[in-house]
């Protein structure tokens, strides 16, 4: 396995791009690909100012290094979710976050530390509103609602997330099993802000495979958390990617298909009924943010 | 494991309805099932005269024996494709055919042979027009001509073949991952007469699993052909098969609700743009059938 471009051995092998590269020209087709991708979805300009939601992990961390070498104006914002799963998963995670971060410091970091604020960790919100094990759903209403009241509050144009193509494929998988028409119209690598209180979110990965991240992490010497977070073990979405990744590995470039044709197919006009889907958000009554609720948001509730 | 109507010994559960029947209930409950999806999907009356493509195995016939017990007006089409694959398969899967309708004489039966009438079998005609080792394409456009021919020349309303939910499933499947939306705009239990030459098509077993339809078979002593087409090994919708059924497995009822959300969602408008890729259709020159193409249709061009 060669390296296509200069014939030097090989550090990846891209099936389904019919590509193999080494290292030295691995690392600039990543951060090129990465750009397209921002330019062909129109996700912003260089005069607008990105906050990255970084988790500690590969995706996040090397989306955050592959902007600031674009020379995009990004910031970081790591939210503490105060889950331990009997590694310190939280802190640990923090940890490598602050490390990145002490090697760039020409860009800020935003810490939102949960436990601090509202004295309660994710986990504990969890069971006493729901008596979950999984804390999943409320983990996600929690950081939505912080992401998006960090990148407001502090002026940011857009919020930019590391999910990688696997997780695209993998939510995509998800919601064509039951065929949830509203989610499959908003799902995409970009959702422009509503103009009443959502930011516009990006996902400058959304093309690219985890394996392709990882590689990129790895080769440039990122250190992240190589531990997924406790409790995602045996989440559907955990499901739907090994269902995802035997299929690509029985025909390369299942994943991509499938994720680019469905784009592809919504610019088309897919799916059609979206608008009258398409329900009316007013300002949450505590925290001003849009919300479907009669007074309070899904996040204010939790507090309740 | 015990029925639950009776508390006998059940012969089949279905985990996905939560339900464990005996034989003596099983059956009753299956040509239930099978006359509720004839209604919900209004594919005929009782005056209509229905024509059912038999293949010699367990779903088409069935499919023939429930429709003659609910005292429809059935008839049967078998098509001679002429395929051997080592075993005689066209042939052995024939003697099931007229075996059964011995046992059945209230209802005719149409027999079509492809190499008597068209002097080349099917697996010919695609090494012929196209070196192919698989003739499932051709095949496919060989046997959909003929349905309509016979279903239209012989004054019948509607073509009923024995899809199940396992075929459903997988061709839908396919579907999305490839995001063909004038395929699944079409796709569905009915697809009514176009008015130019088409005739009316249904699936009455289309929320049956494959499962459920071999246990009927066997339960009621019909006679059919165990073997699969020999060419039908290593197909794409087998593959896909495959990957629904460890999906159901994990999961109970993951492939009807797949079918029926779609089903739902494309009823509720969700593929909106289809009227557009709707294509005119004007008849073939040589045999009337409509078609897209400018002259002659796809089948009357394989013998060009």
């Known amino acids: 396995m060669r390296c296509r471009i200069c014939g030097q051995p090989a ?12 290292a030295e020209h691995y690392i600039p087709w990543f951060i090129k690909q990465t750009e397209r991708t921002i330019h062909k979805y129109r996700m912003f300009t260089p005069e607008e100012r990105i906050l990255v939601a970084v988790s500690g992990g590969k995706d ?44 760039h410091p020409e860009a800020n970091l935003h810490i939102v530390d949960i ?22 759903a409320i983990c996600g209403v929690i950081k939505r609602h912080e992401m998006n009241r960090v990148a407001l509050s502090e002026g940011y144009d857009v919020l930019a997330t590391g999910h990688n193509l696997d997780d695209e494929a993998a939510t995509l998988f998800g919601n064509v099993l039951h065929w949830h ?18 930011a516009r979110k990006v996902k400058p990965f959304a093309r690219l495979y985890e394996r392709e991240t990882a590689a990129y992490a790895l080769l440039t010497g990122i250190d992240y958390i190589y531990e997924e977070c406790p409790f995602a073990k045996g989440a559907t979405s955990i499901t739907h990617k090994e269902t995802l990744t035997e299929m690509e590995h029985k025909s390369p470039g299942t994943k ?49």
């Open 181 to 198: 028409v509203g989610y499959l119209q908003r799902q995409g690598p970009i959702l422009p802000a509503d103009g009443e209180g959502l």
């Open 11 to 22: 550090v990846i092998n891209m099936r389904h791009h019919k590509l193999s590269l080494c």
């Open 60 to 103: 996040s961390l090397a989306l955050w290094d592959v902007l600031l070498k674009l020379g995009y104006h990004a910031d970081g914002l790591y939210i503490d979710l105060g889950i331990d799963g009997g590694f310190g998963y939280s802190s640990r995670s923090k940890e490598k976050v602050l490390a990145f971060h002490h090697s």
């Open 115 to 136: 436990p601090g604020i509202y004295a309660e960790s994710v986990p504990e919100v969890a069971r006493r509103k729901h008596h979950m094990r999984r804390p999943c």
């Open 256 to 304: 991509l298909q499938f994720y680019v044709n469905f784009l592809r197919a919504k610019e088309e006009g897919l799916l059609c009924n979206a608008e009258a889907q398409r329900v009316e958000l007013h300002p949450c009554e505590r925290c001003g943010q849009p919300t479907t609720a009669a007074r309070l948001c899904r996040f204010c509730r939790l507090w309740e």
